[in-house]
């Protein structure tokens, strides 16, 4: 778990143990603090700190990751046999086989100074700036900050089976099923619900409470610091999400509560999460804006729903709530874009944020950053007010032509018309360096000190991943039309035909030489003759025609097909089997019979004349 000591901190993310001994982790990745080193394996125990994590491998070792601003992931070696490990605010706890505590990080308040004896120890725990030790003998020992008592273990110190420490409190679980609380108790998180009986597990939040009962229900008290703006109160803690049965184990924090059930899988409500505390009806919002600590929903009739944190009232409504065309959340105030374009801002104001500029008309679009505000107009232009501690209100010449805003913690954004991204103010961690190329964008979002940009989508036809046009630049893919779309991509679309099959278009495969397109119909040969849109009647691969035009072939009485083929088919006779059909030939076969027969008679009668003068003779 992470832990959160009152609103406005921060915390890390959420760890869970596999069956298998690896760690899931989820939630806020500040500094990494989710981000499991590998090899994620062999691990038999977890836990989270303010903005840090740590697990416990199987051979002892403990591996710790996430904020290591006051060393608080500088394991002390040697880094062996280790039995249980906790994790505090800044600071890390790990009890050794031999029954002493290691204790490392932020020392500020004396919560790594471990008490002498360091013997005798079973279990340990961290609270925010305290840590808890319980020793075999049923008592607790606790040391660090002890500002509001929470290291004033109460009497009889004795008959303690477990310990929880959390932001300003502490708890302890005695043996016979009861709970004892102590420490700050302003929200009531010291106050244990009766009957105080038949507990078996607790943990400690930021301002509340749990106990896990035998029976497998969860009790909870102490206040959320959850603002609901409908009854204008805190929520409470004791909303455990129904079925309240059947859990094995608990954990908390300033900020969401885990439960793990029998059967393995994991509940989660949170304390200051914003999805379970939507007011109802949680129907027809149309946008929808969050702050550090509270929220806001614009509902499709004008009227915004605000609900979370209210301690300088951003949750409380403007009296007029109606015509509101947009919203936005600064991290303490909120803001408001009416349907006449003006802007209407509430919560805390400490640097003028709330103080909209004028004339204040003709806004069409607002944001809100962490103690700033944007307001951009209808020509183009945008308005800043409010802190200008890193130059986040100095809107950069030339202050036209944006078609929206972003603000961030101590930086801003701005969208131009031409999908460029002008980025001002802060830029401690690179938040205001646009990546190149600036160019192409369609929407922006800032964070705390973060910056986003989204681009317009590019086509990739073929799905590896990888924008057409990137696949045409480096040769994955041929463009051989130029058309800007890659050849498999033509042909799958029917862009281009490839009656061939060999995957390049019909087009290209004529331009190449690949195939020949004698006919110039813009279709290769062979897929003419395929398609019998030209025949191809002496097989040998040319469309009739074009053998014609080639005098691969000759076509003597110009009907477009092959002398060899008209007499193939019977088109054209060839009598005298000279390959020309008979209606071509210098001598018609219909006059051959008759020349033969006379020539034939004139041979015999000159024959015979011989003959007889030799006979004569």
């Known amino acids: 778990m992470s832990r959160w000591p009152g609103q406005g901190d921060f915390c890390g993310g959420l760890l869970g143990l596999r069956p298998d001994g690896s760690i899931v982790a989820w939630g806020w990745n500040r500094d990494g603090a989710c981000n499991v080193p590998a090899p994620n394996t062999g691990f ?11 697990g416990l491998k199987a051979d002892g070792s403990i591996v710790a990751w996430g904020s290591n601003d006051s060393g608080q992931c500088n394991v002390p070696a040697p880094n062996r046999d280790f039995a249980t490990v906790a994790g505090g605010g800044n600071h890390s706890l790990g009890l050794k086989a031999d029954a002493s ?48 008592g929470q290291c004033n273990v109460p009497q009889p110190n004795t008959g303690f089976v477990a310990a929880a420490g959390g932001s ?9 099923g009861s709970i004892v609380a ?17 507990f078996v597990g607790i943990a400690a939040g930021g301002h509340h409470s749990l106990g896990l009962k035998a029976d497998g229900s969860i009790v909870a008290w102490g206040e959320y610091q959850q603002w609901n703006d409908v009854q204008k109160t805190y929520y409470v803690a004791s909303d455990v999400p129904s079925p309240n049965g059947g859990f094995v184990s608990i954990t908390a924090d300033g900020g969401q509560n885990l439960a793990l059930m029998a ?4 509940v989660k409500w949170p ?19 969050a702050g550090s600590g509270h929220a806001l929903g614009l509902r499709s009739d004008g009227r915004i729903v605000a609900w979370g944190g209210n301690e300088h009232c951003q949750s409380e409504l403007p009296a007029s709530n109606a015509d509101f065309v947009g919203v936005a959340a600064g991290r303490d105030h909120s803001l408001g874009l009416k349907a006449d374009g003006s802007i209407v801002a509430w919560g805390y104001n400490g640097a003028g944020q709330c103080n909209v500029p004028s004339p204040n008309t003709g806004f069409v679009a607002v944001a809100g950053g962490g103690n700033h505000s944007l307001g951009l107009k209808g020509d183009g232009s945008i308005v800043a007010w409010g802190s200008n501690d890193g130059g986040q209100c100095n809107v950069p010449e030339p202050n036209t032509d944006f078609v929206a805003i972003a603000a961030g913690g101590h930086h801003s954004l701005g969208l131009k018309a031409d999908g460029s991204i002008v980025a001002w103010g802060s830029n401690e961690y690179g938040e205001c360096d646009v990546p190149a190329p600036n160019t192409g964008f369609v929407a922006i979002a800032a964070g705390g000190y973060q910056s ?15 924008p057409d046009e990137s696949d045409i630049a480096t040769g994955t893919s041929q463009d051989c039309n130029q058309n800007g779309i890659p050849d498999e991509c033509d042909i799958g679309a029917g862009t281009s035909l490839d009656c061939n099959a060999n995957g390049i278009p019909d087009e290209c495969d004529i331009a190449a030489g690949t195939s020949q397109d004698c006919n110039q119909n813009g279709i290769p040969d062979e897929c003419d003759i395929g398609a019998e849109n030209s025949q191809d009647c002496n097989g040998n691969g040319v469309p009739d025609e074009c053998d014609v035009a080639a005098g691969t072939s000759q076509d003597c009485n110009q ?16 009598a005298d089997g000279d390959g020309v059909p008979d209606e071509c030939s210098t001598r018609p076969a219909s006059a051959t019979c008759p020349l033969v027969a006379a020539c034939a008679i004139a041979v015999l009668a000159v024959g015979l004349c011989r003959t007889r003068r030799n006979i004569r003779g």
């Open 168 to 176: 300003y409190h502490s708890l302890g679980l005695k043996a016979d």
């Open 44 to 54: 038999v125990g977890i836990a989270a700190g303010g903005v840090h994590s740590l």
């Open 559 to 574: 009907n477009g097909v092959p002398d060899e083929c008209d007499i193939a088919a019977g088109t054209s006779l060839d």
């Open 271 to 289: 304390v200051y999460g914003f999805d379970r505390y939507v007011p109802a009806p949680n129907t027809d919002f149309v946008a929808v804006a």
């Open 182 to 198: 102590w420490g700050d108790n302003d929200h009531g998180q010291c106050n244990v619900p009766a009957p105080n009986t038949d």
């Open 263 to 266: 059967d393995g899988s994991i």
């Open 452 to 466: 986003l940009g989204l681009k317009a989508s590019a086509a990739d036809c073929n799905r590896n991943e990888m």
């Open 101 to 148: 505590i290691v204790a490392w990080g932020d020392n500020t308040y004396g919560q790594c100074s471990v008490p002498s004896p360091n013997t005798a120890f079973i279990a340990v725990a961290a609270g925010w700036h305290q840590s808890l030790g319980l020793k075999a003998d049923g008592s607790i020992v606790a040391w660090g900050q002890n500002d509001d």
